[in-house]
């Protein structure tokens, strides 16, 4: 499976952005995708999280109410739509792809598959 991201920037706060990662390559009804971020100085975070079917949804807490996960099955591309945008979002964000027949993980180690990351910066 390989993801790439797309769709970061830089965002005054309060805007909002969209983040598409496109996959490709063997995926499955049997997949969990991940968005995750890292901020400058900080690990890896998860942020958002949903199975391929669409039927189980985890989110941070810190981004709950803001930030939705979408995957569209058609057309192989899972989408975070990020609103209510704030500077603590800054962060390199992560598309990744976890094999298995279960909720998607919060833990970045249990993703098989990464993408290059896209950065978005929010200007206070």
């Known amino acids: 499976v390989q993801l790439v991201e797309s769709g970061g920037g830089l965002v005054q706060a309060g805007g909002s952005l969209r983040l598409s990662c496109a996959v490709s390559?063997?995926?499955?009804?049997?997949?969990?995708m991940g968005w995750f971020r890292r901020a400058p100085g900080k690990e890896r975070e998860f942020v958002a999280g949903m199975t391929w079917t669409g039927d189980i949804t985890y989110y941070a807490d810190s981004v709950k109410g803001r930030f939705t996960i979408t995957i569209n099955n058609a057309e192989n591309t899972v989408d975070l739509q990020m609103n209510s945008l704030k500077p603590e979002d800054t962060a390199v964000y992560y598309c990744?792809?976890?094999?298995?027949?279960?909720?998607?993980?919060?833990?970045?180690?249990?993703?098989?598959?990464w993408g290059p990351g896209t950065q978005v910066t929010v200007s206070s």
């Open positions: 390559g063997r995926i499955n009804n049997w997949y969990a």
């Open positions: 990744a792809a976890e094999a298995g027949d279960h909720p998607p993980n919060r833990l970045d180690y249990a993703y098989d598959s």
